[in-house]
């Protein structure tokens, strides 16, 4: 896997912000957010990354280590099904790109061999999938 230098420091030490303890009544996925902004990057699971993806956060500090497991893997899955990585990435609004040209293109080529990939797949799990990767590689 390539070196991340971030890697080595979680979200709050690379942004530099400390976020307080989540509500009482906050949701299971809110906690885990909080609890995953301490986690050094290099530790994060696939699926605390599809989990902090999801939910938009941390993702400038955490693209280049989801790009480096998909690709390795463009199809890694977290807890949901083959491509469930992928299919959080793919689900950024586009302005999180905006200045990742680099990135951009790094996705550009895990999305092609994702979609190379997808055949290989059950038809019935892939449908999201697909949408997504031909909305992609479209723009």
Do not use: K
Request: with cysteine; charged share 25%.
């Amino acid at each position: 896997m390539p070196a991340n230098p971030s890697g080595q420091q979680s979200l709050e030490q690379i942004e530099g912000e400390a976020w307080p303890e989540p509500a009482s009544d906050a949701t299971h996925v809110i906690r885990r957010v909080h609890q995953l902004r301490r986690v050094p990057v290099g530790d994060l699971s696939i699926e605390d990354l599809r989990i902090m993806l999801s939910q938009s956060v941390g993702t400038v500090a955490i693209l280049p280590r989801v790009l480096d497991l998909l690709e390795e893997n463009p199809l890694a899955e977290g807890d949901f099904y083959p491509g469930d990585l992928l299919v959080a990435m793919l689900r950024l609004r586009r302005d999180h790109w905006s200045d990742q040209i680099g990135l951009l293109a790094r996705a550009r080529c895990v999305v092609q061999r994702a979609d190379a990939m997808t055949n290989q797949l059950n038809r019935a799990q892939t449908p999201e999938l697909r949408r997504l990767v031909g909305e992609f590689l479209s723009n």
